[in-house]
Structures are given as C-alpha cells and as structure tokens.
C-alpha cells in the first residue's frame, strides 16, 4: 500500500480541466471571472507547475457533482447539501488525524447526521503525492481469525487490523472494537492513530418484538464514512478525500450483518424465531434477513440517528431522476445497485433501466494511479 504518484498526461489534464471548468461557469452562473479568464489562468499555472489549483467554489462544486455521478449511489437527491470541508493544507498525519476526528463529530452531528467530505491535497508534480488512509471507512470494527478457522469481530477487516497490528496497535480483541485510523503521508510514512470514542456515536441493536434479540449483542456505528476512494475533479486527483452520508438500514441488515462472511447472523436469527432452518421453502433466511431490517431500523429511530429505509431512499432517488430529467441531463445509474434492497420489485426504482456511464467529477476506487479517465463531461 504504498503512496503512488500519479501521472496525468499533459493533453488529458488539460482537456479534463477545460471541461471542468465550462461545467463549473455553466452551473454556477458565478459572474466574478469569466471561463475565458479563469482558463487562461489555470492553463498558465499548468503550463508552469503541471497542476492547477482549484478555488473554494470550484472544489465544493466538484465534490457535489461527483456525488451526483456516482451511479452506485441510491441517496442522489441531496447531493448539493454535501458540506465542503477544504483541508488541503493540511499534510502531516497529526493534523489529518484531528480533521477527520472533526469530521465525524461534525458528521454525527449528534445523531442528525450531515453529508459531508473533507478534501486533503491532491496528488500532483507540486505535491509529489498527497495523503491516504488505508481504512476502506473512517469507522471500522476489527476482525481477526482464530485458530478454528471461525472469526473475532468484522471479517471483512482482518487484513487492515493486521496492518494495524503490525505497525504497533494492539486492540482488545472483541466484536466491535473499533480501528485506528492509518493514515500515511509521502514524508511521513503510515502512522496508526486511534479514534477517540467521543468521536463514534454507535447504535445498540434491539428488535420491536423479539426481546430475544438484545442477546445477539448487535451494535453498529453511526457514520458510514468512505475513506480510500478518489475524488477526481477536472484532471485533480484528491485520493484523499472521506466523505460520508448516512445509512439506509439494509446495508447494515442484509449486509453487513447478514453476509456469510461478515458478521453472519441470519442462521442464529432464524433459529431464535423458530423456523425451519432444514428447508429453503420455510425462506427462514429471507425471514431472519427482514426481522434484521426491522431491527435495524428500529434501533436507529430510538437511538434518534439519521437512517433511511429502502422504500423511500427508493422513492427519493425517482425524484432525483426527475430532476436531473428536468434539468436537461441523462440520469446515470447502476441499477444493480440501486436494486439491491430485500424485496427489489417492491420499490419504484426497480422498475426502469439506466444509463450506467461514468462521468467525471467522480469518486473513483482505489488510490489515484488506479483512477481510469472515465468518461469525459
Ligand atoms: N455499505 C457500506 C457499509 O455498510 C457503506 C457505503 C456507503 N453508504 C452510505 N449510506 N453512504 O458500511
């Protein structure tokens, strides 16, 4: 995992940017400096430096309209109340740390959560390579194997608890311990720093009915915060850039608790409930699956933390593909994405197809050397 430069070609920087940049004036009527101007600076800085700079408003823009791209994303229709956080001066892993433990206070907000990103350097000749955080998510419970081949905590996150581990961290070994963030700068190396608990609002899992269900010992955090995708704004690589929203129950339910190999509660579940877990036309799993969707939403109501369910982020999202109808663009979706909800012909957005195309400004996976161009604007 180590820091990689990128290498943009001249001619694709450039071309990226202008699009960019006649996006920006185009959406944003902003009468300040005029396209012809603002790219006759930016061509000037790329000329001397190989970079640009992006203004406050061009970032913010940039990051609200990644959201908008991003054709996995059910939540679209806020994405112009994304809060910008501009921290690209900010370089050591010290002062990244405090930001991203702003960020999930900020986020958390006390349980009405807010979408936020906060923007590090990009990476550039300038900069050589900006930051990266090695956590998938600014939250993470660790995982570990035991020696029976069964789990300790989130399986999915054995290889990042044991980065930790071997650059110092030494985490009681539990269910829901949470990671220390990891994060690595190109004059620094990767220093593990822990997330205060303040920081992490989490919610315990109980079920309307079910008292049983408390005996599971279920909690989940707060704020889903992806941290180790790429934003890509006109030609700019920012890999490092968190940002999060809020959740909708089923990823927690179906997924994260339901998989085989995460947390793969749906057997314990439905045995608890009595089915008959010999046969699969009892369908105890898809039961067990939806008692956990229950749950799930009904923790986070009581914990009064922002949560949505599938039924109406999927009526939302139909009103964001209106919008972006009305405002003369192709809405863009993954509509296997956008479907993956338990009972997928139950929700409006199942029933039409999507433009799939990835444009840019997007968020992009992986470190930017992996950043394809993508479709351009
Ligand atoms: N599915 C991921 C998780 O369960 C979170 C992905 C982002 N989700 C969101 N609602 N913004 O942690």
């Not at 998510?137 to 290889?159: E, F, H, S």
């Not at 720093?193 to 079910?210: D, F, G, K, R």
């Not at 067990?288 to 799930?296: D, G, M, S, Y």
Request: aromatic share 10%; proline share 6%; charged share 25%.
């Amino acid at each position: 995992m180590a820091v990689t430069t990128i290498s943009l070609e001249p001619h694709e920087l450039l071309e990226e940017a202008y699009e960019f940049l006649t996006l920006f004036y185009k959406e944003c009527s902003s009468d300040r400096v005029h396209l012809s101007e603002r790219w006759r600076q930016a061509r000037i800085e790329i000329e001397r430096t190989g970079t640009y700079t992006h203004t406050y408003d061009e970032l913010a823009f940039g990051a609200r309209v990644a959201w908008r791209n991003s054709v996995r994303c059910i939540g679209r229709l806020r994405w112009q109340s994304l809060i910008v956080r501009d921290a690209r001066t900010t370089t050591t892993a010290k002062g990244i740390h405090s930001q991203l433990v702003e960020h999930l206070i900020r986020a958390t907000n006390g349980g009405r959560i807010r979408s936020i990103i906060t923007v590090f350097q990009p990476d550039s000749p300038v900069t050589r390579s900006g930051p990266r955080i090695w956590n998938d998510q600014l939250v993470r419970y660790a995982g570990w194997r035991n020696d029976d081949g069964t789990a300790m905590g989130d399986p999915k996150n054995i290889p990042l608890t044991r980065a930790a581990e071997r650059l110092g961290w030494h985490g009681r070994r539990g269910p829901f311990t949470i990671l220390p963030l990891l994060i690595e700068t190109s004059h620094e190396g990767c220093a593990v720093l822990p997330i205060p608990t303040e920081a992490v609002l989490e919610v315990p899992i109980s079920h309307p009915e079910y008292p049983w269900f408390d005996a599971l010992n279920l909690r989940w955090h707060a704020v889903p915060a992806i941290s180790n995708m790429c934003l890509r704004i006109g030609g700019v690589n920012y890999s490092c850039a968190p940002f999060n929203g809020f959740y909708m129950g089923d990823e927690i339910a179906s997924r994260n608790f339901s998989d085989l190999g995460r947390y793969n509660q749906v057997q314990a579940v439905a045995s608890r409930m009595g089915l008959d877990t010999r046969t699969d036309r009892s369908l105890w799993r898809d039961r067990a699956v939806i008692e956990l969707n229950r749950a799930v939403l009904h923790s986070f109501d009581l914990a009064r933390v922002t949560i949505a369910d599938h039924h109406s982020e999927s009526a939302n999202f139909m009103r964001f593909v209106a919008k972006e109808e009305r405002a003369g663009r192709t809405p863009r979706a993954d509509w296997t994405w956008i479907n993956s909800v338990p009972v997928p012909p139950q929700v409006p957005s199942f029933h039409r197809t999507y433009d799939p195309t990835e444009l840019n400004p997007n968020f992009w996976p992986g470190s930017s050397a992996m950043c394809p161009a993508g479709k351009r604007i």
